[in-house]
Every structure is written in structure tokens, then in C-alpha cells.
């Protein structure tokens, strides 16, 4: 009974982590095209709205 305990929640883990590097994907997509749609679009004073 244990190893049944053990193995679903190792599943449960798993699983988590894996949703959660999946999200961290999406999230990294999403501000990559945000860095780039500020990069190509800037205000014509010359200014970039970051100061690097």
C-alpha cells in the first residue's frame, strides 16, 4: 500500500513540475515577443523605453 502511496505522488510531483516548466515556456515566449515588439517599435524621439 505504501509503494502505491509512493508512486502516486511521485506521479503527482512529476506531473507538477512538468506543468510548471511548461508554463515557464509560454511565459518566456510571451516576453521574448514583448522585448522584440519594444525593440522594433520605439518612440521617435530615439529614447528606448528601457535605459541598458
Known sequence: M???VL????ALVLGG???VLHA???AAGVVLVLWLLG????????S?????
Open 48 to 52: 528606448r523605453w528601457y535605459r541598458w
Open 17 to 19: 513540475v512538468g506543468f
Open 39 to 46: 525593440f522594433l517599435i520605439h518612440p521617435s524621439s530615439g
Open 7 to 10: 508512486v502516486l505522488l511521485l
Open 2 to 4: 505504501l509503494a502505491i
Open 24 to 26: 515557464l515556456w509560454i
